[in-house]
């Protein structure tokens, strides 16, 4: 099963990963994966990041993934592949506008980040396929705490994550 770790970038989906990674499980850094395997294109300079072709990256990752074993697709990309679950990590968007200012990032990256959290965008562009969506709040909790939301997603307890759990309404007035 391919499942889709995935969501604004700040909101927790490394720490994750790494806590996947230390208890066995296969995670696949798509940032890594995409650097590695040449997949990077034009670099977009107003939005200070590279492109990435998500038809390119889907064809090169189905010849390397085994597909006997659980995958956790690690990276704010990682809906837009094929996949059987999508989990999109959540954060409110002040705390996330924090995280991604101590991270140094660009004041106009941070606002569409932060934006982008509060209206949904991942989680909306998630619901557009076809795969189970779920989300998960990762606001104030550790790395091993949303670890075992996303075991219980994989393990079907998932009523609670279903999408919608998260709202940040009064926050995208703030932001938008």
């Not at 590695?36 to 492109?51: M, P, S």
């Not at 064809?59 to 999109?88: A, E, M, Y």
């Not at 949303?146 to 998260?166: C, F, H, Q, R």
Request: charged share 30%.
């Amino acid at each position: 099963m391919i499942i889709a770790l995935t969501g604004t970038p700040g909101t927790g989906k490394t720490a994750i990963a790494s806590c996947l990674r230390e208890k066995g499980e296969h995670v696949i850094d798509l940032n890594r994966y995409i650097d590695e395997n040449g997949l990077k294109e034009r670099f977009d300079k107003k939005r200070d990041t590279y492109n990435v072709d998500p038809d390119r990256l889907n064809r090169s990752l189905k010849d390397s993934v085994p597909k006997d074993t659980n995958i956790f697709l690690d990276g704010h990309l990682s809906h837009f592949l094929d996949c059987d679950i999508i989990i999109v990590v959540r954060c409110n968007p002040s705390v996330l506008h924090e995280r991604l200012r101590k991270r140094n990032y660009a004041s106009s990256k941070i606002i569409e980040n932060v934006q982008a959290e509060a209206l949904d965008v991942i989680l909306c562009e998630s619901a557009e396929t076809n795969a189970h969506v779920f989300e998960i709040d990762n606001t104030s909790c550790t790395a091993e705490q949303a670890t075992l939301m996303v075991t219980d997603i994989i393990n079907g307890n998932s009523e609670k994550y279903k999408p919608g759990s998260v709202n940040w309404i009064e926050e995208a007035e703030k932001w938008c």
